[in-house]
């Protein structure tokens, strides 16, 4: 058996590469990807206890968090696209209407 | 017993319902509700003289009719009816007055053809009826109101024609100086009630004779800490601020010469029956209050001399025949304060009286005098009316020589006995009377001056303008009013006879000791005579005492008004007060007394209120606005982390999420 | 079930009026308003319960049912009127509909709104004076502050945003502090009290039942929510220095918004001293006397001095409002049955007069577009009505014997010259009594520039009688603040009757 330590590790791993992207990219699509990525960590996460503690609640919320993100990718993608209609573009620090 | 003293309330309502009629329906009404007044004065007078004459047989009336605030656990505060032979012969002075001068309002509005004639009618039943429940007022909380609403009254009517500048101005004047005086006086009402717990009058429960109980260690009230008689006399000189106010004594005189604004039938209801006369009449009511203090009563009567004096001389070059009138009442009064300090209760009454008697009289005779000139009150404009109008000539005559003292004059008498009383209980051993003495028989002298100076310009000499010459006529109804006063003046003096009777030992025809002396035990002339902290003292005999007295007195009221006769009884009279110079400027302008007050009130009133508008935008408001504005600045500051770029809000989270762990991981010792 | 029906009437004409159309929603808003003024008057002609309503008297109109039950503590909907409340009910009722009359001119945008928003507000403000549940009534307290700010945002002068908001935000955060004053003490009682009703913490609080909370001793715990509360309370009253709200509030708000504020929101703030600070804490408010009368005194004297700098009509009676709310202040801290019952009455007696002023004002100004002193002088020549109206209601407001004005102030006067709290209070008394001549001063100068004199007017308008509609409202003020003055004891009786259990007891 693998120790739970890997799994929090690789978990570890995948949310630095995914909170990496979003704090340096600048493209929106890239940015979903990341934001994906730390989504993915956290499921490592619930799966890899599940799987210790041999209980399958943490399977379950694994399999929700899935169809969450299925559902936020296509909001995400929606908003991309409304972001690529009025800025042309699809870099996030062109739209800042909502600042200050 | 329903006696006719039952009916002393409707003595107040008549002129209120008046007062009613006139403003809800007089510009319907003939004569712009004139006769509703008339008819209500008249019946007041009617009941008044019952009363008088009821009084008389012995009976006294003191009854509570209306609670006014019922007090739970505490007293009640009520109004009252007190009719006793002071209030009886108020009464009858008042209305009195107010009925002639109702009917001279018919002469002197309705016949010059005044606008808003309701109002004035409304205006004057509302006064007299104030007056009259200030007269029978028993208590005094309820003096105090119907004392405030005189005031109303007198603003009311002196601003009565609003249109021009100077009536408002007048009329606000009065009303706020008498306001300041009444402000001590309302402390003074509050002070009677906290220290005695009543405000009555009359009584063994009233607070003058709890107060002399006091003194004499028979019952136990609040002094707040003083001595109970150093706590009497303070409150009695903050009610004092009230009689100062409104009886135009020095230094609150200022209102009085400016209400001459007013018409003149109203000058002559505030100046004789009234407004001025109600202060005088609250030291008389309660004057077993002040009685009991010798402090007060020497204030009071060296207020009263130098009022006195003082407004003489003022009147001694005024041009105008209502402005010598007003100064000398303001002086009159002070002849009234002077006698009530001096002990000389009756004297003072008595004064009262004849007063209300000759000013009525001087003010409605200057009325029929300015009819006459088409409304030009200036005296220099006058001259040679004595053939013109007889009748007013020979009633302005007696109250000329009743308001000059000169024997047998109603004024004569009663002003003798004032400075009678004075003198000798100043040779008792109080050099102070004796100084007020003293300035009030100087004050005789310029009395007879200026009366007589104000008589011979206006009557005497050769016409000085084409008014003079062919005067407007008068009629009845000022006719009327005058011959009443007129023969008044002349023999009221006949009350009160004391100097006849002290010299020729007549015994029983000092009518007006024997009245006052009747009544409530506590509120009797005799009473009053025991408490004063006076003892008489005599030139040789009494009797010589009184002749001295009236001789000196007489001789320089006829010295006055000789000078007078010698001056101004020429064709041709030139203005010699103008030799005074410079004495002349400042008499002129009343010794700069409006200017101080007016200074007081723009100079540093409205300065400082201006000061604290500035200090309340600048700093009180300042800290608000700035408190906001601190916030704002900090929130325009705060804000700007809020990039809308996304990334940024990212950074902000790790940071924080980071922060938070190493705060948590270093209070919580994980890295131990 | 009266009170209730009070509250649901208004509550439910607000919504038809503000739902009409624009062109009768005046009339309608009128019609609708009189129902809670028959109602409230029946109240009074019922009224048969006596004492205070927070200190164990009977409570007349009384309904307590459980509303939300919380561990421990429960809410209650409990409401019911004693001697203190039911005048300022009828007050409530009687000013709205003339306000709402006097609002027929000078309203003419959103008149359906406006109509809407002023019975939202009467309604709440029934409720404040009503409830006697702390939760219940910190809604209503806190829900007439909604459609204060849009009458006076929406309807207001030029500066209307500025007013609105500096009155919202200055009340609300004061409502803040109070409330903190006010839960602090709730849970110092701990378990002594079961709910929120005022009486029973009124009770407990009298009974000595306070404990320890937040690491404050209870005596400290008890002084520090005093201070909070009369804080919070003293900005709506308003005094001196938490007064700059007011005349900014007045001066931006259309005249019958004005009629409101002065005439009733204010009363909110005494009412609630009245009930919070000084029926519950009557030993910390005589500990703390010489500030609370200093206070008191300051802001007459100050208040009086104020309006006397002022070239605004509005602004002046503004300002004199927070001199005769500092007569209030004064008779409450004395603690004798004329001072808190003066106090009382004055709060009625100020309601009618002030009220009375501002829609005199504003019927000048709804004829001349200007309220400016020196714009203006002989209007009386013009508008012969008005102008003796305004001069009877000036002279109420300089407390001019037989009107409510006088009453509630001789009352105040003498009940706190003979207070026993502080052997001070006689001075305290004699120097806020010379406000008397200071309003005499300021408001007959005003007069004598604006209503006397020669006429002359600048603006182009035509100066003529004001309409009937106008007129009406001020003449039935005038008359009931006569009536008031003649025969105090219409109310006089209940208030002295609900005040005197406040006088004993509870640490006095």
Request: glycine share 12%.
């Amino acid at each position: 058996m693998v120790p739970p330590e890997y799994y929090l590790l690789l978990s570890a791993a995948v949310f630095c590469i995914g909170l990496f992207g979003i704090l340096t990219r600048r493209n929106a699509l890239l940015f979903l990807m990341s934001v994906e990525l730390m989504l993915n960590a956290a499921n490592i996460n619930l799966v890899a206890f599940s799987y210790v503690w041999g209980n399958v609640t943490g399977q379950t919320l694994g399999l929700f968090t899935m169809a969450l993100a299925a559902a936020e990718v296509a909001i995400g993608i929606g908003i991309i696209l409304v972001l690529y209609r009025n800025f042309d573009g699809v870099d996030v620090t062109d739209a800042t209407t909502m600042r200050w | 017993m329903a006696g006719i003293l039952d009916f002393a309330p409707a003595i107040v309502l008549l002129p209120f319902v008046s007062f009613l009629v006139a403003l809800s329906v007089g510009d319907r009404l003939p004569k712009g509700g004139a006769f509703a007044g008339i008819a209500a004065t008249a019946g007041s007078l009617v009941l008044a003289i019952a009363t008088v004459l009821t009084v008389a047989g012995g009976q006294t009336y003191d009854a509570t009719i209306y609670t006014w605030a019922e007090g739970i656990d505490a007293v009640d505060l009520t109004f009252g009816v007190l009719i006793d032979p002071l209030s009886a012969m108020m009464l009858l002075i008042v209305t009195l007055i107010a009925f002639l001068v109702h009917v001279f309002s018919l002469g002197y509005m309705n016949d010059e053809g005044e606008t808003g004639l309701p109002r004035y009618y409304a205006g004057l039943g509302l006064f007299t009826a104030s007056m009259l429940g200030f007269v029978v007022a028993d208590n005094l909380l309820m003096a105090f109101m119907f004392f405030e609403l005189v005031g109303l009254c007198s603003y009311l009517l002196i601003g009565f024609h609003f249109r021009e500048p100077g009536p408002p101005s007048a009329a606000k004047k009065a009303f706020l100086v008498t306001r300041f005086g009444d402000y001590f006086f309302l402390v003074g009402v509050v002070a009677v009630f906290a220290t005695f717990g009543t405000a009555a009058f009359a009584g063994s429960e009233s607070f003058p004779a709890l107060a002399e109980a006091a003194l004499n260690g028979e019952a136990s009230v609040t002094t707040f800490g003083f001595e109970p008689q150093t706590w009497f006399t303070i409150v009695g000189l903050l009610v004092l601020g009230g009689v100062i106010g409104k009886s135009a004594q020095f230094p609150l005189h200022t209102w009085l010469p400016d209400a001459m604004e007013g018409p003149t039938p109203v000058s002559a209801l505030i100046h004789a029956a009234t407004m001025v006369a109600a202060g005088v009449y609250l030291v008389a009511r309660m004057y077993g209050f002040y009685a009991i203090s010798p402090t007060a009563l020497a204030i009071i009567a060296f207020i009263g001399g130098f009022t006195a004096l003082f407004a003489a001389t003022m009147g001694l070059v005024k041009r105008e025949i209502k402005q010598v009138l007003a100064y000398s009442t303001i002086s009159q009064y002070g002849y009234m304060m002077l006698a009530l300090g001096g002990g000389g209760y009756v004297a003072a009454t008595f004064h009262l009286m004849t007063h209300a008697f000759f000013k009525a009289l001087l003010f409605l005779g200057a009325g029929s005098v300015i009819i006459a000139m088409h409304h030009n009150e200036n005296m220099w404009d006058m001259g040679g009316l004595k053939d013109k109008m007889p009748v007013t000539y020979y009633t302005f005559l007696a109250g000329s020589l009743a308001l000059a003292g000169i024997f047998p004059f109603a004024g004569f008498w009663s002003k003798d006995e004032v400075l009678y009383e004075t003198l000798i209980h100043g040779l008792g051993g109080s050099p102070l009377l004796l100084g007020a003495y003293a300035m009030g028989l100087l004050a005789v002298f310029f009395t007879g001056f200026y009366t007589f100076r104000m008589f011979f310009l206006t009557f005497h000499g050769n016409p000085r303008s084409q008014t003079a010459e062919d005067p407007h006529g008068v009629r009845w109804n000022v006719k009327g009013p005058l011959v009443v006063l007129g023969v008044l003046a002349t023999v009221a003096g006949v009350v009160n006879m004391v100097p006849i009777e002290k010299l020729l030992g007549i015994g029983g025809i000092d009518f007006l000791h024997q009245w006052l002396d009747g009544g409530f035990e506590g509120l009797t002339a005799h009473h009053y005579a025991d408490l004063i902290p006076y003892s008489s003292s005599y030139i040789g005999s009494e009797a010589t005492t009184v002749a001295v007295g009236a001789a000196v007195s007489l001789g320089l009221a006829l010295a006055g008004s000789g000078l007078a006769y010698l001056l101004y009884n020429v064709p041709e009279p030139i203005r010699h007060t103008d030799r005074l110079g410079r004495i002349k400027a400042v008499l002129y302008n009343n010794y700069y007394q409006d200017e101080y007050q007016v200074w007081l009130a723009n100079g540093v009133a409205r300065p400082l209120a201006r000061v604290a508008n500035k200090f309340d935008g600048g700093v009180v408001d300042g800290v608000v606005n700035g408190v906001s504005g601190v916030s704002l600045f900090a929130g325009g500051r705060v804000r700007r982390i809020q990039t809308g770029v996304v990334s940024n809000y990212a950074a902000l989270l790790t940071l924080g999420l980071t922060a938070l762990l190493l705060a948590f991981g270093i209070l919580g010792g994980w890295f131990v | 079930m009266i009170i209730e029906a009070l509250i649901a009437v208004t509550f439910l004409a607000a919504l038809v009026v503000f739902v009409a159309p624009d062109e009768y929603a005046g009339r309608l808003a009128a019609a609708l308003s009189a129902l809670p003024v028959l109602g409230s008057l029946w109240m009074w002609a019922q009224y048969d319960a006596s004492g205070n309503a927070l200190l164990g008297g009977s409570i007349a109109f009384e309904t307590d049912v459980v509303w939300l039950t919380l561990g421990g503590l429960d809410l209650h909907w409990f409401v019911g009127v004693d001697g203190i409340s039911l005048p300022l009910i009828v007050l409530t009722t009687i000013l709205t509909t003339l306000a709402i009359v006097s609002a027929w001119t000078p309203i003419v945008e959103r008149q359906s709104q406006f109509y809407g928003l002023m019975l939202f507000m009467e309604a709440n403000l029934l409720g404040v004076f009503a409830a006697l549940d702390f939760f219940a009534w910190f809604i209503f307290w806190e829900a007439v502050l909604v459609p204060m700010y849009f009458l006076i945002g929406v309807w207001g002068g030029p500066n209307r945003r500025y007013a609105a908001i500096k009155f919202f935000v200055y009340t609300n955060i004061a409502s803040l502090v109070m409330f903190i004053g006010f839960i602090a003490l709730v849970f110092g009682l701990g378990d002594s009290v079961s709910s929120m009703r005022l009486p029973e913490i009124a009770q407990a609080l009298r009974a000595g039942e306070l404990g320890a909370f937040a690491g404050l001793d209870a005596a400290t715990l008890k002084t520090v929510a005093f201070v909070a509360m009369f804080l919070g309370f003293a900005v709506k009253v308003p005094v001196a220095p938490l007064h700059t709200w007011l005349p900014d509030a007045h001066v931006e708000a259309p005249t019958p918004v004005s009629v409101m504020l002065a005439g009733v929101l204010l009363k909110m703030g005494t009412y609630a001293l009245l009930r919070f600070n000084f029926t519950m804490m009557p030993d910390v408010a005589t500990a703390l006397v010489v500030p609370i009368a200093a206070i008191a005194v300051i802001s007459v004297i100050y208040g009086a001095m104020l309006a006397l700098a002022q070239e605004d009509l509005k602004r002046i009676v503004a300002y004199s409002s927070v001199s005769s709310m500092g007569y209030v202040i004064l008779g409450l801290i004395a603690y004798t049955t004329y001072g808190v019952g003066g106090a009382t009455f004055q709060m009625i007696a100020h309601g009618l007069i002030s009220g009375l002023m501002f829609m005199a004002v504003g019927v000048i100004y709804n004829t001349t577009h200007t309220r400016m002193v020196g714009d203006m002088s002989g209007i009386a020549d013009r508008m012969p009505v008005t102008a003796g109206i305004f001069v009877a209601g000036a002279f109420g407001y300089m407390g001019l014997p037989l009107m409510a004005g006088f009453a509630g102030e001789f009352f105040i006067f003498k009940g706190s010259f003979e207070s026993t709290v502080h052997a001070g209070m006689p001075l305290f008394t004699a120097t806020a009594m010379f406000g008397i001549v200071i309003v005499a001063g300021y408001l007959l100068f005003a007069m004598q520039r604006t209503l006397f004199g020669p006429f002359s007017f600048d603006g182009e308008y035509e100066i003529t009688n004001a309409p009937f509609h106008d007129v009406a409202p001020l003449a039935v003020l005038l008359l009931l603040t006569i009536v008031l003055g003649v025969a105090p004891d219409l109310f006089f009786g209940m208030i002295q009757d609900a005040v005197n259990p406040i006088l004993t007891g509870g640490g006095l």
